[in-house]
């Protein structure tokens, strides 16, 4: 694996003063007063940076055939095997993988796929959310009518049709290698609605601001004037937006994989694990499946739980 | 009335438009038709004879209306993977989801309604705050991982309830169903609460948030004042203007209730139309594919459109406004 991991919060690219200066106040301070966000937090930031150092920190690597021992399959967690002695934290699985390092390794996938849709649906959202707001017209009606033809459908429906569609087109034998990225595709393109819906909204408000008509009188392009003037006051309600998304499409990432319709065995999600681990749920070996199953909800539930806190600390009229 | 009216059905027949052409394409594009029914021994001839056959000779957009015709007559062509025609695939599964989405959407209804009047009523109470608690827990659990809780709980530890399939089912006149045998019941329980818990949540939110916006008004203090019975203003004042709403959030879940069947059914392999079309994924099936697609967004459109007449005609404020306001 050769991604990089983007950080917890997906800071936007050009951070403007305003934003810089509520970070240091408002938020800092609201931060500071939240014992669940603060709690939260750490997790995901636990979670996220065991994930990003996993090769240094698994003690095993589950994916090198050459380490597995298949005499260790089956060792339950906190005990050493029966016949090699080896000690595993949380157990393994039937082929005597470490199940901890498969959940790291799992997680890196999670993650990486969760942050990778999500900045792929906040992109493409929010640059047709600014033009539909902006040029209106046209290009609005269609933008808009897309996305509510969209909207009709729940996400996960649309993402596994996409997910479908790209199975189709692509050759049997490149299937698993572009799975990862399939699924990036088909979760993020399910959830560029949202974005675009009140990135739209809010350029209609700031449309019509005297900032706006300023530059616009000193002959700024549309495009600077979309890019420069509106987006970094249209950004706020983005934020919180991509917080709470992240936690669905870690979700919707790991249901896709659950169903088999996402990542690989090769290269297993958390979900992949999940739908793993089931089968050996009904002959005791609980573990396989237990450990996975907690990660992925602590990771969703503490996202969830701090995009929660965010929306309070960003919307005034919450106060 | 009228103009609202045509407006949202040629909008609804818009989508419907949209959506064939996704379904249509999937057909034309993904992978050669041609290629799919022929096998390997073929000549040059035998390619081009399907090919007119099967109309692909002909412009894109003559194709497109007359799949939309096939399709409107249930024709979708056959399984890649069964050879049998879709239709009657679908037909054979439908039975199963459509048990299991009216049972599992009965129990969100009841168990929503009830517990939302109750958090409301005892806001401050302890039951309240530990049903509010739980239902947080809720809906950030993923639906798949309900089921295998339940799935351990219930079939693995206890041995209480089936962990897969529909148990036995008998046959009426071509429907299959599960609610006359004790097995085909007791088959029922675990995937319609798993199915039936997100939604249940949902309409218990809401209807506590509007019963608490409901109870500050001047109407219930009103009735407090002229002495009325505590149960009474709750249930005959306060409870009737709370359920607009409610109607529709339950009336847009149903589609979902039906679109997230597919991950129940795959947890319990229940042998319905979801499971059937994350197999359909699997192995690439394309027109079961497209049969589901343009099968469900009927279903959505339909129930869409009829939710928003619903609320037109229940809400007469509604009405007023686009009467007057409109034009």
């Known amino acids: 694996m050769t991604q990089t991991e983007t950080p917890p919060t997906p800071a936007p690219v050009k951070a403007p003063s305003r934003l810089s200066r509520a970070w240091h106040s408002d938020l800092a301070w609201s931060f500071r007063r939240a014992p669940v966000a603060m709690i939260s937090a750490f997790v995901v930031i636990v979670l996220v940076l065991s994930a990003v150092l996993a090769p240094l920190i698994a003690p095993h690597d589950p994916f090198n055939p050459a380490t597995l021992n298949l005499m260790n399959g089956f060792t339950p967690p906190g005990e050493a095997n029966a016949f090699t002695g080896d000690f595993f934290f949380l157990g393994t699985d039937d082929q005597g993988r470490d199940v901890f390092s498969t959940i790291l390794y799992g997680m890196r996938i999670s993650l990486f796929v969760g942050f990778a849709a999500v900045m792929l649906a906040m992109v493409l959202g929010v640059i047709l959310g600014l033009l539909a707001g902006y040029l209106g017209g046209w290009t609005e009606t269609i933008i808009m009518r897309v996305a509510d033809v969209q909207l009709t459908f729940p996400a996960i429906l649309v993402a596994m049709l996409i997910f479908g569609i790209a199975k189709g087109i692509t050759p049997p034998e490149y299937r698993d290698q572009m799975a990862i990225w399939v699924l990036i595709l088909a979760i993020g393109l399910s959830d560029w609605v949202q974005f675009a819906r009140v990135v739209r909204g809010a350029t209609l408000v700031e449309k019509s601001r005297e900032y706006v008509q300023a530059a616009k009188l000193i002959g700024r392009s549309p495009l600077s004037i979309m890019l420069r003037h509106i987006l970094p006051n249209v950004l706020n309600p983005v934020l919180v937006i991509a917080t709470i998304s992240l936690a669905l499409a870690i979700i919707a990432e790991a249901t896709l994989s659950f169903l088999g319709v996402g990542a690989p065995p090769t290269k297993p999600s958390l979900g992949t694990l999940i739908r793993i681990g089931q089968e050996f749920m009904f002959s005791g070996e609980w573990w396989i499946l237990f450990f996975p199953a907690v990660t992925l909800l602590a990771l969703a539930l503490s996202i969830n739980l701090l995009g929660d806190w965010l929306r309070d600390a960003l919307n005034p009229k919450l106060r | ?266 947890v319990f392999q229940w042998p319905g139309v979801g499971l059937l079309f994350i197999n359909a994924i699997q192995f690439v099936d394309i027109p079961v594919m497209a049969a589901y697609l343009m099968l469900i967004s009927v279903m959505f459109v339909g129930i869409n459109l009829i939710v928003d007449m619903l609320y037109f005609a229940i809400d007469p404020r509604l009405r007023a406004d686009r009467t007057s306001g409109g034009h």
């Open chain 2, 1 to 266: 009335m009228l103009a609202y009216t045509i407006r949202r059905i040629a909008q609804s027949i818009f989508v419907l438009f949209v959506v064939g052409l996704v379904a249509f394409s999937m057909f034309r594009f993904v992978g050669d038709p041609v290629d799919n029914m022929l096998g390997q021994e073929r000549t040059q001839e035998d390619v081009e004879r399907l090919r007119e056959q099967l109309g692909l000779d002909q412009p894109f957009i003559v194709q497109y209306f007359r799949f939309l015709e096939q399709a409107a007559q249930g024709n979708f062509g056959l399984s890649y993977r069964q050879g049998r025609p879709v239709a009657e695939i679908l037909l054979e599964r439908a039975p199963a989801t459509l048990e299991l989405a009216f049972v599992s959407g009965m129990m969100a209804l009841a168990g929503g309604i009830a517990l939302g009047i109750f958090t409301a009523i005892r806001r401050r109470g302890f039951g309240a705050n530990v049903v509010m608690t739980l239902s947080l827990i809720g809906v950030s659990l993923p639906t798949f991982l309900i089921g295998i809780l339940l799935i351990y709980l219930f079939s693995v530890e206890l041995g209480w309830l089936p962990s897969f399939g529909r148990g036995e089912v008998v046959e009426v006149g071509g429907w299959t169903t599960g609610f006359l045998t004790a097995s085909g019941l007791k088959a029922l329980i675990l995937p319609s609460i798993t199915l039936g818990l997100y939604q249940m949540t949902l309409i218990m939110r809401l209807v506590r948030t509007e019963m608490l916006e409901v109870l500050r008004m001047d109407y219930i203090r009103f009735a407090r004042a002229r002495g009325l019975r505590e149960k009474s203003i709750n249930f005959r004042h306060a409870l009737k203007n709370t359920l607009v709403p409610v109607i529709t959030i339950t009336g847009l879940q149903l589609g979902s209730i039906i679109a997230f069947a597919i991950i129940t059914e795959t």
